[in-house]
């Protein structure tokens, strides 16, 4: 299917903008990259990368374009591409939080053929050089369809995630934004409060600090405007916030009292385990937009898409078992 | 130094006593081990280790005996294994929290030469077969030097912990329990909060959790029952979790205000790199107990006990720069 996109274009070249670039064309495309930051720029075309003078060289002939800066320059690059898209051609972003980006196109590209996306695959690391061709392995791909959605540019798009590696996950702008705010907001916004409260006790438990405070820190080694890009503006991480706040007041009452942590410890583990533990059964989807974001939101999400025998194509996929 | 130990006895085979019955044996001591399960026994005996029939039959002979049962059980072991300490024998333990174990041992062995420790050197892994001798190298290892501490004693077994990769840090085990509720105490409470919440928003959430939740939540695959040995009873962990209750109901406030993370990931962030940042010089340190719990609390550690011509030792360390 993927064989649909002749030359991809990807603007910014971050470490997913920059993965990007790399992945396209490790998957056989032609990929022509872009970033408004020159020493990135010569760092991709000394590594042998195919790069464009600016963004409008890029976007002119790609029939599929990628916007992989941060979030404040979208609406900025939006309106400077914009005359220069083609008519067919798909354009896509990787922003953590969907519902921004899609009003911004909505508004400053209304007649393009947009389909957003979020791979879920950062690291701490930024930039063109902790970029990794082999980054969105096996990592989930969030593909909003909106009512609006061309379904033959998400198909399209979907494909082309398949051959990265990853598994795009049909669901829509909003609920994304609700999920995200649970397992990409939390836990930045607690590695970000760990990190400060858990060194504030002196030089001795600086010296002290081993594998609990490392791993739950982090992921505040990640650069704080970013941060900041993923966590503002999206109520759900309100909600999720007075949630955590309620379960940690009540579990230092219980300590206060000397009682125990026992019962929230014996629920977090349950909770991890539960998760490493789920199971997947493959299933043979239906190209119905609506059934499709019911199987996202069930767990589930797309493994392949296929010519079938008519013409049409056969969309496969995993979903959890029971 | 640690040639003072000719028998080392090591009670309780899980993840921290199995990697020290390994790093003692590696280094060349005589190692002897114990624990109250019969298959984690077999599969000590099984691997080559020297193991004991009964605590008594360890503790008979040896010169160094290791606590490292859960804390539960060191109330029992040490009322159990008194009559059988020599008097020469230093005993000491591998616990996270160093006050309650000082309270045990000088209820039920009050004669005993006694030495709390803690090894830093935990993972979420648990028993026997995820032991690993070199699971201490680098690790920092408090060390307790309490009013009635015998300096040889603990001299002898610093020594031993450097010889073991290890860095002895001198503390007292007030000061450790609150420096560890700060990071091990926190850094699980909040794992084990956002292995739950990070969780609850439904299946998508479940589906599209990836580096941040995966490593955020980490530690919740710990033992529940040993992560409440960490946490309950230390009234220093009360404290950090109000400071982590404020500090979240701010950012939660700030956000429902459409206000931004930004300076809570900028302060993560800073304190973060701030502390990988740290560099060390070395120092001759003075062997008196103030001064050594002095150069703990400043985030120094030893890192070699040598013999001096005048048949005495030095003590070197390192200290923070500046």
Redesign the interface.
């Known amino acids: 299917m993927s064989a649909t996109f002749g030359r991809v274009a990807v603007l910014g070249l971050g470490l997913i903008g920059g993965s990007l670039l790399q992945a396209i064309q490790h998957a056989g495309l032609q990929a022509i990259g872009f970033d408004t930051d020159a020493r990135t720029l010569a760092a991709a075309e000394g590594a042998g990368f195919v790069i464009a003078r600016s963004d409008a060289d890029a976007v002119r002939g790609a029939d599929l374009v990628f916007l992989a800066m941060p979030l404040p320059q979208v609406a900025g690059a939006v309106r400077s591409l914009a005359p220069y898209l083609r008519a067919d051609a798909v354009l896509t972003d990787v922003g953590t939080l969907k519902r921004p980006v899609l009003s911004l196109v909505r508004e400053h590209a209304p007649h393009a053929r947009f389909v957003g996306g979020h791979p ?4 701490e690391q930024n930039g063109w050089a902790a970029a990794d061709p082999l980054l969105f392995r096996d ?2 791909w ?1 593909l909003p369809i909106e009512a609006d959605t061309d379904i033959e540019a998400w198909l399209a798009l979907a494909s082309l995630v398949c051959d990265l590696g990853a ?1 795009p ?1 049909p ?1 829509t702008a909003s ?2 934004d ?7 907001g ?28 490392m ?11 970013l ?2 890009t993923w ?8 909600d ?6 309620d ?3 009540a ?2 009452d219980l ?2 009292g ?5 019962g ?6 349950s ?3 539960d ?1 490493e533990g ?1 199971s997947f059964e493959p299933v043979e989807l239906t190209l119905e937009p609506d059934l499709l974001r019911a199987h ?6 797309v493994t392949a898409v296929l010519p079938d025998a008519n013409g049409g194509v056969r969309l496969l996929g995993m979903r ?1 078992r029971g």
């Open positions: 879920l695959a950062g690291t990592a989930p969030a598994k996950v669901t609920e994304q609700e999920a995200v705010a649970r397992v990409i939390l836990p930045h916004v607690l590695a970000e409060a760990l990190a400060l409260s858990g060194l504030s006790g002196g030089a001795l438990g600086l010296s002290l600090a081993a594998g609990s405070y791993s739950g820190s982090r992921v505040a080694r990640t650069r704080p405007d941060v900041a966590c503002d503006g999206n109520p759900a991480l309100v999720a916030l007075t949630e955590v706040v379960r940690l007041t579990t230092r300590l206060a000397q009682g125990s942590v026992i929230l410890a014996n629920a977090g583990f909770a991890r385990m998760w789920r996202g939101r069930g767990g589930g999400w959890p």
